[in-house]
């Protein structure tokens, strides 16, 4: 039912609202029951996708060496939630411990799409950085976030490369054959600007190329 909503922020707040109305407990907070509705949102994730480590972690055994997450080093906290492992048990657990999503489903989908709205629809590194600076760990996530990030109208509108326009065909003087100094070519700089009476006027240097080898004219041309 929760891929029928697919606002991060939503999801949590609808569920939190629905577990308020199932136990009738109003002593918590609204930042506490939405902390828990959070909680249980990934945590539901994290059964779908990696029921049988999460199974092995809490018998107290090693994951197998064909999991996709064995190189994450992961444990199960307090809470029931998979997180990352590491050497930094004194740092916060969402810093240093990132919870582990799974790279498809609708609850990953409805996060990354909302940290990307939250960093202005930039680009796959600046969401990715994002996400896991909030505390989260997509496995394969670069390559999702990008896939996601190519499929979107508003970002394909945003990133895309400039249009150039494209050049027209090159000249008969530039293809045939002719004798020497047959067509010869033209510099112009500028603009001079130059003191006329009481106003200031444009000129232009034109430097021709004669006909004659190694001879050029400068002229003057008036705007």
Same mark, same amino acid.
């Given at each position: 039912?929760?891929?029928? !909503?697919?606002?991060? #922020? &939503? &999801? ?14 109003? /002593? ?8 828990? %509705?959070?909680?249980? !949102?990934?945590?539901? %994730? /994290?059964?779908?996708a990696? #029921?049988?480590e ?24 307090? %809470? ?9 048990? /004194?740092?916060?657990?969402? &810093? ?7 790279? *498809?489903?609708?609850?990953?989908? %409805?996060?990354?799409? @909302?940290?990307?709205?939250?960093? /202005? @629809? ?22 999702? !976030? ?11 509108r ?8 494209? &050049?027209?065909?090159?000249?008969? *003087? ?6 020497p ?25 034109? *430097? ?8 050029? @004219? ?6």
């Amino acid at each position: 039912r929760l891929a029928r !909503i697919a606002d991060w #922020s &939503m &999801m949590i707040k609808v569920l939190a609202r629905l577990r308020l109305v199932a136990k009738r407990d109003r /002593q918590e907070s609204v930042v506490q029951q939405r902390k828990k %509705a959070e909680a249980y !949102i990934l945590q539901l %994730a /994290q059964r779908e996708a990696f #029921s049988e480590e999460i199974q092995t972690l809490t018998e107290g055994k090693a994951v197998k060496s064909t999991s996709r997450i064995r190189n994450l080093d992961p444990y199960v906290d307090d %809470a029931g939630t998979l997180r990352v492992g590491g050497r930094l048990p /004194q740092l916060p657990s969402d &810093m240093a411990h990132p919870v582990i999503l799974p790279k *498809d489903g609708a609850i990953t989908l %409805a996060l990354i799409q @909302h940290f990307h709205r939250k960093v /202005q @629809h930039q680009g796959k590194g600046i969401t990715q950085n994002e996400i896991r600076g909030r505390g989260y760990w997509v496995v394969k996530g670069s390559r999702v !976030i990008a896939e996601l990030v190519r499929k979107r109208v508003t970002c394909r509108r945003l990133c895309r490369p400039q249009e150039e326009q494209k &050049m027209a065909n090159l000249p008969e *003087d530039r293809t045939e054959p002719s004798a020497p100094f047959t067509y010869v070519g033209m510099d112009c700089f500028g603009p001079f600007y130059i003191k006329k009476g009481r106003s200031e006027v444009k000129r232009y240097g034109l *430097d021709r190329k004669s006909t004659r080898l190694n001879s050029s @004219h400068l002229g003057i041309s008036y705007a």
